[in-house]
């Protein structure tokens, strides 16, 4: 037997949240949106021919791109688009962090971080949230790499001051500073606007939640032109096509309709706040919300036998089994009707205890 596995590379992949094949479940557990793409992602579907897919698509994607680049009022030489938003902060982290200094993101955060940070050999440290699960911005104050916010984060659904990432922004101007807004629709403030003001800064964001396209697979960066090309120098250099027929053209379906986009995303907002406010009833701590979920902690019973719960009635929320988050439920927004079975079978078992 040869030695060929010492030449592996071993890494701990991230572990997304399940997707259970079960009929009639309540699946609010991996923050996808429980309303319908807009209109317009159906009947372009519809009238795509099939014969079009021998061909190649467009590498630059161009009709999406054209399309954000119009939403967001920026020149489309500054929008990177990719296979969801995890493609995009992929390629950004192998594009921005090639420094001995080690990338700053907090211990709280979207998991997915340390996972390409240690798939690249980037160095790494995670200064800790405060007590009240914030992001203290003076960590970010010192030597480093490149850093990597999510506003609002994930999973505690706190959203961070935007004066606060600009001076992040504006006190690391030998750092790309990646904010990832995957969440940002549901009440945060976009740093979209400081693009043009700072070069270090990309901002990146998603279809998955605010825009009920997580199957189609659809992310983009924004950011100052040389950041944006030096992404697809790398992209192009290990798969120049990653964006396929049916998601481009649908994607610029669902960016051209706003008015289903702010009803959709006010509905969601409207639902979290009355699903707060019962769970709070109810004897629940929940973190201040600006995302399509909350996270929330019982004060006596703990989240995982309420996860366990849940499950055997197939209603699925997410929980972390890590220091710090181990009593709290993160629990995905998803209908009123689908809310309220939810509320119903937290009381019934509260009660019975
Ligand atoms: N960033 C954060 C903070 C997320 O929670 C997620 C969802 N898992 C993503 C990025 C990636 O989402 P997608 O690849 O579907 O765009």
């Not at 995303?265 to 004897?283: F, H, P, Q, S, Y």
Request: charged fraction near 25%; glycine fraction near 4%.
């Amino acid at each position: 037997m040869g030695d060929w596995k010492k030449n592996l590379r071993v890494v701990e992949p991230y572990v997304p949240g399940e997707q259970p094949k079960q009929e009639n479940m309540i699946k609010l557990n991996t923050n996808e949106n429980p309303y319908p793409p807009a209109p317009g992602v159906e009947k372009v579907l519809k009238s795509m021919e099939t014969g079009d897919f021998r061909l190649y698509p467009k590498p630059d994607a161009r009709e999406l791109v054209d399309a954000l680049a119009e939403e967001y009022k920026v020149p489309a030489n500054q929008v990177f688009v990719g296979v969801g938003s995890d493609d995009v902060l992929g390629m950004a982290f192998l594009t921005c962090f090639n420094s001995e200094k080690p990338v700053l993101f907090p211990d709280i955060t979207y998991s997915f971080y340390p996972v390409w940070a240690d798939l690249f050999k980037i160095p790494y440290n995670r200064p800790a949230l405060d007590e009240n699960f914030c992001i203290k911005k003076e960590d970010y104050f010192v030597e480093n790499g490149g850093i990597v916010i999510a506003n609002p984060n994930a999973p505690t659904s706190i959203a961070m001051p935007l004066a606060d990432i600009e001076e992040i922004v504006a006190k690391n101007p030998d750092s790309v500073v990646i904010v990832d807004e995957a969440y940002v629709d549901f009440g945060g403030k976009s740093a979209l606007p400081l693009v043009d003001k700072y070069e270090n800064l990309l901002v990146v964001q998603t279809f998955s939640k605010s825009r009920s396209m997580a199957g189609m697979r659809i992310g983009f960066a924004i950011g100052n032109k040389e950041l944006i090309d030096a992404m697809y120098a790398v992209r192009n250099s290990y798969n120049s096509y990653t964006m396929n027929m049916p998601s481009i053209l649908c994607g610029v379906e669902a960016v051209k309709d706003r008015v289903y986009f702010d009803k959709t995303r006010n509905a969601i907002m409207e639902t979290r706040a009355d699903v707060a406010k019962k769970l709070e009833a109810l004897g629940f701590t929940v973190l201040p919300s600006s995302a399509n979920f909350l996270f929330a902690a019982h004060e006596s019973v703990p989240a995982e036998e309420l996860f366990m719960m849940l499950r055997e009635k197939h209603i699925y929320v997410r929980y972390f089994k890590s220091p710090r988050i181990n009593n709290y439920l993160r629990i995905t927004i998803g209908t009123p009707e689908q809310m309220e079975i939810f509320l119903a079978e937290v009381e019934k078992y509260l009660a019975s205890k």
